[in-house]
């Protein structure tokens, strides 16, 4: 069975610092790997997509890929309140496979 | 990225009836996926929709509970029948998109559904 792993946190990180999300996953088949964010009662909204490995950044948000170790992180730069939500990983083996989605990490950001 | 909306945004319903949940996207799209999130839980998917063929269901969903339609590249309905409170809710379509050469998937707003 295919899984993604993540700790459910909460994660509390001070506005400012850097938030550290990680995420490991079964399938060495694995070929596209996501981050969404989902605040309390919304649906979940795509951050970030990466599928090589190595860094993806984008403004505050970088993702990280090591493929070898079958691991996933999201780095949040300047934490803000507003980054306060639920982060979840998702994996997709590619083709038509479906993605399986971790059960996700609560983030919480202290002014 | 596709332009989702859902109907209805919740619902609040009687045990043993039935709710039909309706998915609009603004482009055509291939695939259309229905998943169910219970509350402080992650995303668990309930059925694939391809137009032109029969959906298909992920273990623990059958299609006598959860018939779907995909009439056409654009819409979709998730059917939720003889309702139990367990039934309580959100309901998410989501479509994946190959509009910018990617597999990404992106959400509708979601139905909450509350069953009595």
């Known amino acids: 069975q295919k899984e993604v792993e993540q700790n459910s946190g909460p994660l509390s990180v001070p506005e400012g610092a850097i938030a550290s999300l990680n995420c490991t996953y079964s399938?060495?088949?694995?070929?596209?790997f996501f981050w969404y964010r989902q605040y309390s009662g919304k649906s979940p909204e795509l951050i970030m997509f990466?599928?090589?490995?190595g860094d993806k950044e984008d403004g505050r948000f970088t993702a990280q890929l090591n493929k070898a170790s079958q691991y996933v992180s999201l780095l949040i730069r300047d934490s803000q309140p507003s980054d306060s939500a639920t982060y979840l990983c998702?994996?997709?083996?590619?083709?038509?496979?479906?993605?399986?989605f971790g059960t996700g990490t609560k983030l919480q950001v202290i002014p | 990225s596709a332009v989702i909306s859902q109907k209805p945004s919740r619902d609040i319903c009687q045990r043993g009836t039935s709710l039909t949940i309706q998915c609009q996207v603004d482009?055509?799209?291939?695939?259309m996926f229905w998943y169910r999130q219970q509350p402080g839980q992650s995303l668990t998917l309930i059925a694939t929709?391809?137009?032109?063929?029969?959906?298909?269901?992920e273990s623990g969903f059958v299609i006598d509970k959860f018939p779907i339609s995909r009439p056409n590249l654009t819409f979709s309905t998730l059917t939720v029948s003889n309702m139990s409170p367990e039934d309580s809710s959100i309901y998410l379509c989501?479509?994946?998109?190959?509009?910018?050469?990617?597999?990404?998937?992106?959400f509708g707003p979601g139905t909450r559904l509350t069953v009595l």
């Open positions: 989501s479509v994946e998109d190959k509009g910018t050469n990617t597999d990404t998937q992106y």
């Open positions: 399938d060495r088949g694995s070929q596209s």
């Open positions: 990466i599928y090589s490995n």
């Open positions: 998702a994996v997709k083996a590619g083709g038509y496979q479906k993605v399986t």
């Open positions: 482009s055509q799209v291939t695939m």
């Open positions: 929709a391809n137009q032109g063929s029969e959906a298909t269901y």
